[in-house]
């Protein structure tokens, strides 16, 4: 079982950047797979970001060159650092574990905005 704490959403304006952070606890978090959804209003959840157990990741095509996942095991948190951001980024944004089993757990989730 991993409970996970997103934090970091916000309102920003176009071009700005915010950095989300996923804690995770309860688990051993070096297993695991981790990752960022969004989901929009009106939109299925879509895969943002991911970064495996060996630091492989992948990225959604609408946010390659603009966000970089990263984790660090130490701290058993999992970071998405959002630069150039655009009004189409607007969602709440949900941190996802996957355990070695592929079974599930998700955050709550952090809304982030972004509007002039």
């Known amino acids: 079982q991993v409970q996970l704490v997103e934090s970091g959403g916000g309102l920003v304006e176009p071009g700005e950047s915010l950095r989300l952070s996923c804690a995770a606890s309860?688990?051993?978090?070096?297993?695991?797979?981790m990752g960022w959804y969004r989901q929009a209003p009106g939109k299925q959840r879509e895969l943002v970001a991911r970064?495996?157990?060996?630091?492989?990741?992948n990225y959604a095509d609408s946010v390659k060159g603009r966000f970089t996942i990263s984790r660090d095991n130490a701290k058993n948190t999992v970071y998405l650092q959002m630069n150039s951001l655009k009004p189409e980024d607007t969602a709440v944004y949900y941190c996802?574990?996957?355990?070695?089993?592929?079974?599930?757990?998700w955050g709550r989730g952090t809304q982030v905005t972004v509007s002039s």
């Open positions: 970064i495996t157990r060996s630091l492989s990741t």
């Open positions: 996802n574990a996957a355990d070695p089993y592929n079974k599930p757990y």
């Open positions: 309860g688990t051993s978090f070096i297993l695991y797979n």
